[in-house]
């Protein structure tokens, strides 16, 4: 059999690389096949790849070439078979992030860009990518309000909100709220929920940069409605609450309802992070933005890309005036969203069942028997593998505590590695020594995909 190249992503090229010599019919008297290579131009030239620069830019065709070329001189690659290795090599898009499948357990996997869209949310971004009504009314040839179809979409969900405004991402939507409402005055806000949610972002520190200043009430662990009652005054833009939604406190706690805040006197901001717009069965404890708002919050604010299953982005809802002041403020222009974001979130919110709502609804006992017809299966290849029972997670700081039976398929620990950098990228968790496929946020229409990856990680 003759060798061939590993197929890896097209990059940036190999531009110091020296230029082949010019093809050869017959090997040169000292044997050197590499004179055999095939010419740059000659190999661009190739149906395959000339189609490929159509698609993909020349540039990334070229690096691809030059890399199977290098190959060919290295002597990993025949000669005759540089073309097969330059197409090998040829990225699926040009673009340089990679579809992978999710097979961690969570379902909304910040590293993995947090919630997949719908078919229905991707095919409103394709038809959005040319030009748009995004800011004009047909019938009338006027300019329109940005948005609009995806803001009366976004109220449709949530009826106790009077308007609704998109940023782009849940922060965005909070520093927005603070700046408008509350800069050179005070937030008033619990000691329990100033909160840091990853990678070093501390909730504090946001806030003080649009230039509140933050009243701290209560204790970690216990804020009443007498405490946030007695910080009130003349300076007090608002009362914040802020979902903790990546801990818990148990024990000896309590916390101040919206209600019990609404009662005070002042404009209550309720932060739920997850983006829930109504109650979910299977979490209750997770806030929605529908429930605050009838508790009597004057401005909910989300991410859209969490438990709502749309794009990244930020969520404003609340009292009519509210928003609207909120929308004509000088840094909501600097941090509205672009029209991909708006035609995802409307299809989103209109459209059929999410992936996110898929996973969380998935059946238990359903997952299960997948594991099992894909561990038979690979068994048969010859694969070590075992169906196991496994434990999934909300994730992306969604409903913390709350675990999702499930089913995986159990491989040894040193999988983990080549199924990461596999053609089709799976990535799972290790768990006490193996390395864990949780199905839970794996498609099912994945599943081969799934198992072609690992028979090849096998080598099988």
């Known amino acids: ?9 097209a990059g940036g090229g190999r531009s110091g690389a020296a230029e082949p010599a010019p093809a050869r019919t017959s090997e040169s008297a000292d044997g050197d096949v590499r004179r055999r290579i095939p010419r740059t131009d000659a ?4 149906p395959r790849l000339a189609e490929a620069a159509r698609r993909l830019g020349t540039a990334v065709v070229k690096a691809a070439v030059r890399e199977a070329q290098a190959g060919a001189r290295a002597g990993r690659v025949p000669p005759d078979a540089v073309a097969d290795a330059a197409v090998a090599l040829l990225p699926d898009t040009a673009g340089g992030l990679r579809a992978v499948i999710n097979a961690t357990g969570v379902l909304l996997h910040t590293n993995l860009g947090r919630a997949p869209l719908s078919a229905a949310a991707r095919q409103a971004v394709a038809e959005a990518a040319g030009p748009t009504d ?52 005070e937030i008033v806000i619990s000691r329990g ?6 990678d070093g ?71 739920i992070g997850s983006g829930l717009l109504a109650p979910h069965p299977l979490l209750p404890e997770e806030p929605d933005a529908e429930t605050q708002l009838r508790a009597g919050a004057r401005l909910v604010t989300a991410s ?24 004509r403020h000088p840094l909501a222009r600097a941090l509205r969203v672009d029209k991909l974001t708006l035609a995802a979130l409307e299809a989103t919110l209109t459209g059929p069942p999410t992936p ?7 059946d238990p006992s359903a997952l299960r028997a997948r594991a099992d017809r894909l561990a038979a299966a690979l068994r048969a290849h010859g694969v070590d593998v075992q169906a196991v029972e496994s434990a999934a997670t ?50 099912p229409q994945d599943d081969e995909r799934l198992a072609e990856t690992v028979r090849a990680a096998a080598g099988r």
């Not at 059999?1 to 992503?9: L, N």
């Not at 996110?356 to 998935?362: F, G, I, Q, V």
Request: glycine content about 12%; aromatic content about 2%; some cysteine.
């Open 134 to 185: 995004v800011e004009l009314d047909l019938d009338t040839g006027v300019r329109a309000r940005r948005g609009r179809t995806a803001l009366r979409a976004l109220r449709e969900r949530v009826p106790s909100a009077g308007a609704a405004h998109v940023v782009n991402n849940g922060a965005a939507a909070l520093v927005l709220a603070a700046t408008t409402l509350a800069a050179g005055r």
């Open 193 to 198: 929920e100033m909160v840091e949610i990853g």
């Open 43 to 46: 190999l661009l030239g190739e």
């Open 304 to 327: 859209g890309d969490k438990l709502l299953g749309g794009p990244q982005c930020g969520l404003l809802l609340g009292e009519e005036d509210l928003v609207r002041t909120l929308a």
């Open 201 to 271: 972002f501390r909730l504090p520190d946001l806030l003080v940069s649009t230039g509140a200043r933050l009243r701290e009430v209560g204790t970690t662990n216990r804020t009443t409605a007498a405490d946030y009652a007695a910080a009130i005054g003349p300076g007090t833009g608002f009362v914040l609450k802020v979902h903790p939604s990546n801990f818990r406190i148990t024990g000896f706690t309590r916390t101040a309802d919206v209600a019990e805040l609404a009662a005070l006197g002042v404009p209550v901001v309720v932060d």
């Open 356 to 362: 996110t709502a898929a996973a969380l609804a998935a």
């Open 1 to 9: 059999m003759e060798p061939r190249i590993t197929p890896e992503r």
């Open 394 to 443: 909300v994730g992306a700081g969604g409903a913390p505590g709350v675990t999702l039976p499930s089913g995986a398929l159990s491989l040894p620990e040193s999988y983990a590695a080549a199924l990461r950098t596999g053609h089709v990228p799976v990535v799972g968790r290790l768990e006490a020594g193996r390395c864990l496929l949780d199905l839970r946020a794996v498609p």
